[in-house]
T-cell receptor, first 114, second 116 residues
């Protein structure tokens, strides 16, 4: 079984400040990891994914994440946020066993203030 | 290339009625997934289908819920005799066919079901 923990339910931050959204996972097998963004009343959009290779993954909109196997973490970072980054962010995991269901964390609401 | 389409976007039902949610995958995608998002929670996997086959239904409630993906037409998630606890956003995702263990899932805008 897999699980995902997003440690912060809300993260307020000022515009142009850096931000880190934390994600930890547990799994007994190798995993693929994802970050999705959800704007109000919309579906999910993929920000970035880790499948294999380099542990530092760059995504869209200036976001990046680092896979840390020893700490079972996949934290999302952005060096300078914009008002338009205000949204809900979900970390998700699936295994490399062929079972395709994604397991999601409970989400982190990023609130960017002017 | 149109994305994943879901309809209706909003659906209101009274307790005991049936709810039918439709999902048209992206062109060329033959895999469909349904997820449910309860208020203030993350998405929970319900079912994974390929054309005319249910591959993984480990997240589906045992009663009242069913899903299909016919050879022609959209995938349908059906909820019979709805109860207030079924109120949620239901998201469909699709992915292309492939031999690898992972294919990226593209999400639709969701159907928000409200049970009165």
């Amino acid at each position: 079984a897999q699980s995902v923990t997003q440690l912060d339910s809300q993260v307020p931050v000022f515009e142009e400040a850096p931000v880190e959204l934390r994600c930890n996972y547990s799994s007994s097998v190798s995993v693929y990891l994802f970050w999705y963004v959800q704007y109000p009343n919309q579906g999910l959009q993929l920000l970035l994914k880790y499948l294999s290779g380099s542990t530092l993954v760059k995504g869209i909109n200036g976001f990046e994440a680092e896979f840390n196997k020893s700490q079972t973490s996949f934290h999302l970072r952005k060096p300078s946020v914009h008002i338009s980054d205000t949204a809900e962010y979900f970390c998700a995991v699936t295994s490399d066993t062929g079972r395709r269901a994604l397991t999601f964390g409970s989400g982190t609401r990023l609130q960017v203030q002017p | 290339n149109a994305g994943v389409m879901q309809n209706p976007r909003h659906l209101v039902r009274r307790r005991g009625q049936e709810a039918r949610l439709r999902c048209s995958p992206m062109k060329g995608h033959s895999h469909v997934y349904w997820y449910r998002q309860l208020p203030e929670e993350g998405l929970k996997f319900m079912v994974y289908l390929q054309k005319e086959n249910i591959i993984d239904e480990s997240g589906m409630p045992k009663e009242r819920f069913s899903a299909e993906f016919p050879k022609e037409g959209p995938s349908i998630l059906r909820i019979q005799q709805v109860v207030r606890g079924d109120s949620a956003a239901y998201f469909c995702a699709s992915s292309p066919p492939g031999q690898g263990s992972y294919n990226e899932q593209f999400f639709g805008p969701g159907t928000r079901l409200t049970v009165l």
